[in-house]
C-alpha cells in the first residue's frame, strides 16, 4: 500500500517555524505540510533519530498567541526531511489545528474525508470507463 494509499487526513501546504525536540536534543526547521493527523517538517540540518521516536515539536501557528505543542512519533525520516504523526493532542492544539486547516480548506466537514476511501471511488470510477468493471 502506497504511502497516498495510507494517508487518512488531507495534506496541505503550510509554512511556519518549528521547534522540534527529539530525545533530548532540540533541532529548528519549517513546516512543508500539515494535516488534522501530522506535519512534514524541514530541518535545518540533516536529522539521524529511529522511526517511532517519540518528540515534541512547537508550532508558530497564525495570529495565535505563543507557540502550540504538539506530541507525537517520527513515522517517516529521510536526510532533512521529517514526518511526524500527532498523538494524543491536547484540546487547545487541536482547536487551533482544526482552525487552520479549516482556513486553508475553506469547508471544516473536509477534515473528515477518508482519502484511502475517495482514491478507492476514483478507481472505481476509472476502472468502470475503461470497461474493467
Known amino acids: 500500500m502506497s504511502l497516498l494509499e495510507r494517508r487518512r487526513s488531507p495534506r496541505f501546504p503550510f509554512h511556519t517555524s518549528a521547534h522540534i525536540v527529539i530525545g533530548n ?13 501530522g506535519v512534514l517538517i524541514r530541518a ?3 536529522l539521524d533519530c529511529r522511526l517511532g521516536e517519540p518528540c515534541e515539536l512547537n508550532l508558530l ?4 498567541p505563543g507557540q ?22 491536547e484540546v487547545a492544539a487541536r482547536l487551533a489545528l482544526e482552525k487552520v486547516i479549516e482556513m486553508n480548506l475553506g469547508v471544516p466537514q473536509l477534515l473528515d474525508r477518508d482519502m484511502p ?3 478507492r471511488q476514483l478507481h472505481d470510477c476509472e476502472a468502470m470507463k475503461a470497461g474493467v468493471i
Open 25 to 37: 536534543i532540540e533541532h529548528n526547521g519549517t513546516v512543508v505540510d500539515l494535516s488534522a493527523s
Open 44 to 46: 535545518a540540518e540533516e
Open 61 to 64: 501557528i497564525g495570529n495565535l
Open 68 to 89: 502550540v505543542i504538539f506530541r507525537g512519533v517520527v513515522v517517516s525520516q529521510r536526510r532533512q526531511l521529517l514526518g511526524i504523526e500527532f498523538r494524543n493532542v
Open 117 to 119: 476511501a475517495l482514491l
